[in-house]
């Protein structure tokens, strides 16, 4: 694509459905992204636009972290999106599932930033990012499923997933700053719909350690000229299946050492 009027409309079609609640067929229209890169391109376009209805943008979600997601998705790897400020709740929480397409969740640790982690300072491992990190908590991301053409192309259900700001935000348990004992690798992770216990699997889900996952984005915002800012919240990957609720439905997600985050769809 590389067209810069292309990469326009797309942004302009993108947040224009986005706005409308309507299903997201950007893979289908003429001005598609062909690369991963220009989908990147065009996902920040749209952050851009929607600032002033959605406000600023108050970190990222890191999506297809495990082989899992990604069978699910197609996706060939990591990717990572937006999250809106104003879209970040706290446990416990009450959403109406009248405002969604598919309310749908996952179980994540999420990671807010003390300090920036510049471009300059890549390449990030995941040794070199702890010393970044306020806290840790227990995080539920929160995903809208709008059914949408696929397209295709090699790379076709990376460039959907990138452009399309599937994420709907994220609820936060309680921050934990004395996280440093923890083996995130180890820490499993529970979610349960009623009470009823739906799925669970290890930090090392999420490309072998959370923090790996932040490393990764760090490295992905510096190749774009971009960085991680303090206060920053980042979503690290679902340690759990991704699940559907439906109205009524109550739901909590727990990671050993974390404690709890809970939400419910009136």
């Known amino acids: 694509m590389s067209d810069i009027s292309h990469i326009q409309q797309a942004a302009a079609y993108v947040s224009k459905q986005y706005e409308a609640n309507e299903p997201i067929d950007i893979m289908v229209q003429d001005f598609v992204p062909r690369t991963v890169e220009d989908a990147y391109t065009v996902q920040a376009s749209v952050l851009e636009l929607l600032h ?3 406000g600023p943008v108050g970190g990222y979600k890191i999506a297809s972290t495990n082989p899992a997601s990604r069978q699910r998705t197609g996706v060939s790897g990591p990717c990572a999106s937006g999250i809106f400020q104003r879209q ?4 416990p929480a009450t959403f109406n599932p009248g405002d969604y397409h598919q309310f749908c969740i996952e179980c994540e640790v999420g990671a807010r930033l003390a300090a920036d982690l510049p471009a300059s300072g890549a390449p990030y491992t995941r040794s070199r990012v702890v010393d970044a990190i306020e806290w840790l ?9 709008r059914e949408a053409a696929s397209g295709s192309g090699a790379y076709a259900p ?3 997933s990138i452009s399309t700001l599937a994420n709907a935000g994220a609820v936060l348990g309680a921050p934990v700053t004395d996280w440093h004992g923890i083996d995130l690798a180890a820490a499993r992770g529970t979610m349960t719909i009623n009470g009823e216990l739906v799925s669970e699997g290890p930090g090392s889900n999420v490309m072998g350690h959370p923090l790996e996952a932040l490393a990764w984005l760090a490295n992905l915002k510096a190749e774009q000229g971009r960085e991680l800012k303090a206060g920053m919240l980042i979503l690290t990957g679902t340690l759990t299946n991704l699940m559907p609720l439906s109205s009524g439905d109550t739901a909590t997600v727990a990671i050993e050492g974390l404690g709890e985050a809970s939400l419910k769809l009136s």
Do not use: N
């Open 88 to 91: 970040i709740y706290h446990s």
């Open 137 to 145: 908590a227990t995080a539920f991301e929160l995903i809208d499923r």
């Open 158 to 160: 990376d460039i959907k």
């Open 52 to 54: 002033t209805s959605r």
